[in-house]
Nanobody, 126 residues
Framework: QVQLVESGGGSVQAGGSLRLPCALSGSATSTSGYCMGWFRQAPGKALEEVASIDRFGNTRFADSVKRRFTVSKDNAKNTLYLQMNSLKPENAAMYYC??????????????????WGQGSQVTVSP
């Protein structure tokens, strides 16, 4: 059974940085064959895509985080990362990683991701 486990969340002041790892585990699994995405949900708001990276290394970012966030995969460690720099209070949310085994580009619809982590809270103080 495939599992995703996030870590690295916490509290930071505006302008600071955090890195969120997400470890993929399960028999015969590797992030190399997966599209991996990061999503977030702030209180009272809908779940939204933050960034994704497909099996070829192509990345996609929400406009609001471009040039501040980066996404990467370490296939040897089966781990996805979200590096968040220049954090703003509006970036505070529960962050989730998700995975979908696919040979194509990452899904654009949330419900097309099969595997989800439990979430990691990010708090940004002014």
């Amino acid at each position: 059974q495939v599992q995703l486990v996030e870590s690295g969340g916490g509290s930071v002041q505006a302008g600071g940085s955090l890195r969120l790892p997400c470890a993929l585990s399960g028999s015969a699994t590797s992030t190399s064959g997966y599209c991996m995405g990061w999503f977030r949900q702030a209180p009272g708001k809908a779940l939204e895509e933050v960034a994704s990276i497909d099996r070829f290394g192509n990345t996609r970012f929400a406009d609001s985080v471009k040039r501040r966030f980066t996404v990467s995969k370490d296939n040897a460690k089966n781990t996805l990362y979200l590096q968040m720099n220049s954090l703003k209070p509006e970036n505070a949310a529960m962050y989730y990683c998700a995975g979908q085994y696919t040979s194509f580009a990452c899904p654009t619809e949330l419900n097309l991701y099969t595997y989800w982590g439990q979430g990691s809270q990010v708090t940004v103080s002014p």
